[in-house]
């Protein structure tokens, strides 16, 4: 009885790094909407209304090695101790990007699931349009359109489009696992949304997903911000193997915007 249950909850974790990586994407207007100096997000993460672990989305502004302003994304997931019982989950995602574009410089990938132990550095160059992977202790070097994303920039560069409105689309670049794929996100609908936090207007997107990503998602991610200048994501869900697996957000205090 107890594989089917590792089963269930390790891809519930999993997924809800792949749902806050991309939750794991084109070149960015001015970035006068979303994305603070400083954000600290947390999440509750669940399978089937059970309760799995959290997720922690935090930003920082810093200064790149060139002296540029550089804002540092920080994705963080874990699995609680009732879980971690059974199949212990530590994932950390750090990405340097610049202020302005929200485009990565670099990325560093540290992945443990059970007995799992994996990481991978990325770091993209502007001026040649190439990315250099170094993962399992082997380096290689791939060609990426302009203004390509990682899996961790393309959720702050959604929140950064002015006008998404019903029935439109967005599409985005980004380099996955030394492939480049472009991602089609749909604007589905302008939606109320509640919670502990209260009642909220969101924006609710479809990303139509043509890979499976780092973790283990089944299909496409659907993702809820707030339809407010700060453009939080409050709420996001995505199929797994055996269900349904949800993040929504915990420590948070809406905006009166």
């Not at 610049?98 to 502007?126: I, K």
Request: a negative charge; one cysteine or more.
């Amino acid at each position: 009885m107890r594989a089917p249950f590792n089963q269930r909850q390790s891809s519930a974790i999993s997924v809800a790094g792949l749902l806050l990586g991309f939750l794991w994407a084109v070149a960015l207007p001015s970035n006068t909407l979303a994305v603070q100096e400083k954000e600290d997000y947390r999440y509750g993460v669940s399978l089937w209304g059970i309760p799995a672990g959290h997720a922690y989305m935090k930003t920082e502004d810093v200064t790149d090695t060139d002296g540029h302003p550089a804002r540092r994304l920080v994705t963080t997931i874990r699995s609680n101790d009732f879980i971690s019982a059974f199949f212990p989950v530590k994932n950390h995602v750090d990405s340097l990007v610049d202020a302005e574009t929200l485009l990565p410089q670099h990325l560093l990938f540290q992945r443990q699931e059970g007995d799992r132990h994996e990481q991978f550095d990325v770091t993209f160059d502007r001026v040649t349009n190439q990315v250099t992977v170094l993962k399992d202790g082997t380096s290689s070097v791939h060609d990426v359109p302009p203004g390509t994303h990682g899996p961790l920039s393309c959720l702050y560069f959604l929140r950064t489009i002015p006008n998404l409105e019903p029935d439109s689309s967005v599409y985005l670049n980004i380099h996955h696992d030394r492939k480049n794929y472009k991602v089609e996100v749909k604007v589905e609908a302008i939606e109320s949304l509640s919670g502990s936090w209260g009642e909220v207007e969101t924006i609710r997107l479809l990303a139509i997903m043509p890979f499976r990503g780092i973790f283990l998602n089944e299909g496409n991610i659907r993702i809820w911000m707030t339809n407010t200048p700060e453009r939080v994501p409050v709420m996001m869900e995505a199929r797994v193997i055996v269900g349904s697996a949800k993040a929504v957000i915990e420590k948070w205090v809406p905006s009166q915007n």
